[in-house]
């Protein structure tokens, strides 16, 4: 693989230069400012303090790609993503369902398959392809909350509108090219807003429950 090749995927990328993408460098900020929030917000619990960092790394990640805009950028922006997904998944099975660690970690992995195999099945819908691989994603969040909702509602209902703001997020991630022509700044920073919100969100979900369910 060429880790150099360069990567023309977003509205607002109209040449290779450093700063081709100004606006949607520039929004990664706000996965920054969450993770700053989420580090003070966990007072000590190590879960929280864990997920801020990834949602920090997630920001300089993304950050990388729009600027760089080459494959190992690329990685950079998506690794992180999908680190957080699986840790998250993994503290949730502990703390939301009083999973034993072997489970939770099994858990999580199972994240992996459930990936790959509802994947084609976005991809075969239009508007849903752009995002295929990222659609399961708010799919699980909304199962989790649905379980959770007859025994603790407020966790659950919070797991729902994490999918929500998930799903709208995926929604502007998916609009991109599709407005270039009307809108050149394209809505991809859009993403990256609502993604650092919905990712802060999600932590402040599972640091809630610890405030009435002992790890």
Do not use: K
């Not at 509205?11 to 929004?27: G, Q, Y």
């Amino acid at each position: 693989m060429d880790w150099t090749r360069a990567i023309d995927g977003y509205c607002e990328r109209t040449d290779p230069s450093l700063w081709s993408e100004p606006v949607n460098a520039v929004t990664n900020l706000a996965f920054l400012a969450m993770a700053w929030m989420m580090w003070h917000r966990s007072q000590g619990q190590a879960g929280g303090r864990v997920l801020s960092v990834i949602l920090a790394v997630i920001g300089v990640g993304s950050l990388l790609f729009h600027t760089f805009a080459v494959a190992w950028a690329a990685m950079a922006d998506s690794l992180p993503i999908l680190i957080f997904t699986l840790v998250y998944t993994f503290l949730a099975n502990r703390r939301f369902l009083g999973w034993p660690v072997w489970g939770a970690a099994l858990g999580a992995a199972g994240y992996v398959p459930w990936t790959a195999a509802l994947t084609p099945v976005f991809d075969a819908l239009p508007f849903f392809t752009v995002s295929d691989y990222y659609w399961p994603l708010p799919l699980l969040i909304f199962a989790y909350g649905l379980y959770l909702r007859r025994e603790t509602p407020e966790t659950g209902r919070n797991l729902i509108i994490g999918a929500a703001i998930l799903s709208l997020s995926l929604t502007f991630r998916s609009l991109d090219m599709a407005v270039c022509d009307g809108f050149p700044v394209g809505t991809h920073f859009l993403w990256h807003i609502l993604n650092a919100l919905m990712l802060g969100w999600m932590i402040e979900t599972w640091l809630r429950h610890g405030d009435r369910v002992p790890d």
